[in-house]
């Protein structure tokens, strides 16, 4: 992500009624994430101690920009603490990446990430960070919808042209990422290589998550409902991985993540939802 700290946060939004759009978004989708932080996972905002959520909009970064005022493109400062949003051109108007939800979700889970295990953002622990944050934004956005099988899997709908998203984490091979380890893409640690591959190679880490959040018992009913797989994800996130953490390591972080929040459950139920998360991990060759 550029370097643009210098000139952040940047002045602020003056009272209403003059709040741009963007603004409202994406203080509204701030709001909705903290609300998940505090009443699902038990997190006190960002840094676990309530601290405040800072937005930037409409920032453009003159040598990554397409067109005026054009940035497709959002990132969590890790040094000054805040999100950053950008817009993209889409069918002939700007649209600011605040105003989806799992957008905003997916940069404040990277300040999340920063708080806890602050996986590097380079190979395999980068394209840890980025899943964590695919997964924890898709969550958010589907809230109200308590049957994954019924959620909308894309990221970032309406934000490219032809109101494309940027991933789809039901299918990554929609969007050019491997949905297997057998397709993983050994990529130099470049800005051109995508920082050995965080943003192409996340989409199996994402796959993963995607099979645990649809996984069904022999009933044909859901084997976790979505806040206590939200729940394992963050235990391990927060509580088992380290900045050099690889994909078997988040498998095995998440498994004995579950093990924990099921350990008052009888055997054979704790046993079952260990066993459908290890079946996911396996589905995509992390094992």
């Not at 939800?101 to 980025?130: C, K, M, P």
Request: hydrophobic share 40%; with cysteine; proline share 6%.
């Amino acid at each position: 992500d550029p370097t643009v700290d210098a000139g952040l946060p940047g002045d602020g939004v003056v009272n209403p009624p003059d709040w741009a759009a963007e603004a409202v978004s994406a203080h509204a989708n701030a709001v909705a994430v903290s609300d998940f932080l505090r009443t699902v996972l038990l997190r006190d905002n960002i840094d676990d101690m309530g601290g405040v959520m800072v937005s930037t909009i409409n920032c453009v970064v003159e040598e990554d920009s397409p067109g005026p005022k054009q940035w497709v493109n959002a990132f969590w400062s890790p040094d000054i603490r805040q999100m950053v949003y950008g817009q993209a051109l889409v069918e002939g108007e700007l649209r600011s990446l605040s105003i989806n939800v799992d957008v905003v979700a997916h940069e404040i889970f990277h300040g999340v990430t920063d708080s806890t295990s602050r996986l590097e953002y380079q190979f395999q622990s980068g394209a840890l960070n980025e899943s964590y944050s695919d997964i924890f934004g898709t969550i958010v956005a589907n809230r109200g919808t308590d049957d994954p099988r019924q959620w909308d899997w894309e990221l970032g709908e309406r934000l490219l042209p032809g109101n494309r998203p940027f991933r789809d984490l039901s299918d990554p091979t929609l969007f050019g990422q491997p949905a297997h380890m057998d397709d993983f893409q050994d990529l130099p640690n470049t800005q051109a290589g995508d920082w050995g591959g965080v943003h192409v190679n996340s989409g199996i880490h994402n796959k993963a998550a995607f099979l645990v959040l649809t996984g069904e018992d022999d009933a044909g009913d859901l084997m976790m409902p979505p806040d206590e797989v939200a729940a394992v994800f963050y235990l391990a996130l927060s509580q088992r991985l380290s900045r050099t953490s690889q994909f078997i390591d988040s498998r095995n972080a998440v498994v004995a993540s579950a093990r924990t929040l099921f350990r008052s459950l009888p055997e054979d139920e704790r046993e079952r939802k260990v066993a459908a998360i290890e079946a996911a991990f396996t589905g995509v060759g992390i094992e």
